[in-house]
């Protein structure tokens, strides 16, 4: 498979989400707290994929849920790749010294995973949708900071670096015309991958109750309620599962795209 057909394909796949996520801020088949639907209900009717064990409409339940996702994966992304960007600038400027502690400091912190990370930082401050984001993005920047970190270390060792030093241009300008334009496309490939994994970091913590409490809807805990119902209203699992996946799936195809095409400009 091409790099463009990944790239296209994934992009597909993720504005098919978006674009629902858009259209539930301009309608939604019921509130989010409507129970008069019935239990179980199945798909049809007024309620295209049924109603959960509650009596509330599914696809009210799933567009929710698809907001809470896209708002995670964005959130997440942006503290993850501001804090990691700042710190693996800084590490890369550093001094030897300084520069080795940092990575060992981001090592330990990696070798947590992510999961735990969150559930720890969740626990610790109650769990919200904002808590989740924070978390998730907290545990996201020691990876964005490592891999910054060696992206900045292997552009300040090339030659127009050094000729821009001996013109006399300052680190902040060198910073901003050399290092961040020559780091950013393999930047951009490491976020895209991660906010297919923090979809699912913010789906497992929801399906663990540690995610977005209720009544709001998560993709997660649509999966937790609707396991004990599952041969009787296989629907409620199987619409934020697939929901889940296609995502997911959308956005790692995404990246993977774009890490072809940056593969091959660097050739």
């Known amino acids: ?37 019935g239990r ?13 064990k509650l009596g509330r409409d599914l696809l009210t339940q799933l567009l929710i849920g698809g907001r809470i996702a896209l708002g995670t994966a964005l959130g997440a992304v942006a503290v993850g790749g501001v804090l990691g960007l700042s710190a693996g600038l800084l590490a890369g400027f550093a001094t030897r010294w300084l520069d080795d502690a940092a ?13 735990l990370l969150a559930m720890l930082i969740v626990a610790g401050s109650g769990a919200s949708l904002g808590t989740a984001i924070l978390a998730i993005g907290l545990a996201m920047a020691a990876i964005v900071a490592r891999l910054v970190r060696v992206l900045v270390k292997q552009v300040l060792g090339r030659d127009f670096i050094t000729a821009a ?41 929801s399906y ?23 041969l009787t209203s ?3 699992a199987i619409a934020p599962g697939l929901a ?14 774009l890490r072809l095409g940056v593969s091959d400009a660097d050739r």
């Open 1 to 37: 498979m091409s790099k463009r057909l990944h790239l296209y394909i994934g992009l597909v796949l993720v504005l098919i989400v978006a674009g629902a996520v858009l259209v539930s801020y301009l309608w939604l088949p019921f509130a989010p707290d409507d129970t008069s639907g």
């Open 40 to 52: 179980l209900a199945p798909p049809g009717g007024d309620h295209l994929l049924g109603t959960d």
């Open 103 to 115: 990575a060992v400091v981001l090592d330990i912190l990696i070798a947590f995973p992510t999961l």
């Open 165 to 205: 030093r001996v013109a006399g241009v300052s680190w902040p300008r060198i910073v901003l015309s050399h290092v961040l334009p020559n780091i950013a496309p393999v930047l951009l490939v490491n976020l895209a991958l991660q906010a297919g994994l923090a979809v699912l970091a913010e789906a497992s913590l």
């Open 208 to 230: 663990l109750g540690l995610g977005t409490p209720p009544p709001n809807a998560s993709w997660g805990r649509m999966l937790f309620e609707a396991q004990a119902t599952v």
């Open 234 to 236: 296989p629907v409620a």
């Open 244 to 257: 889940l996946v296609t995502l997911v799936i959308g956005m790692n195809l995404t990246a993977d795209g």
